[in-house]
């Protein structure tokens, strides 16, 4: 069974930068997709980004692309996602999702292809 578990702080200032962390466990394949997804207060959930085992391709959503970098790290058990120039609209539970044996990812990202998530964890960014 595939665990995930997300760490990172959870609050931070508006301009400022965050690293989450999403640690994997239980991997059935060689190959995975790892996604973030967020969920803001009154809203669906929605794509982040996503990265891929195989060959480390990476996908962003418009909201994030060009101020948040996904990698990997701990021989690809652990997945990392960075943000900057943090804005109020970034507050949200961030949650980590796995698809076991998925090669590639999707765009845009689709939460169905995801069977595996993490708890979440809530990212507050202040004025």
């Known amino acids: 069974e595939v665990r995930l578990v997300e760490s990172g702080r959870g609050l931070v200032t508006a301009g400022g930068s965050l690293t989450l962390s999403c640690a994997t466990y239980?991997?059935?394949?060689?190959?995975?997709?790892i996604a973030w997804f967020r969920q803001a207060p009154g809203k669906e959930r929605e794509g982040v980004s996503c990265i891929s085992s195989r060959d480390g391709s990476t996908y962003y959503e418009d909201s994030v692309k060009g101020r948040s970098t996904i990698s990997t790290g701990n021989a690809g058990h652990t997945v990392y996602l960075q943000m900057d120039n943090l804005k109020s609209d970034d507050t949200a539970v961030y949650y980590c999702a796995a698809d076991d044996g998925g090669v590639y990812c999707r765009a845009p990202l689709d939460e169905t292809d995801f069977r595996s998530w993490g708890q979440g964890k809530q990212i507050t960014v202040s004025s």
């Open positions: 239980g991997f059935r394949f060689d190959d995975y997709v």
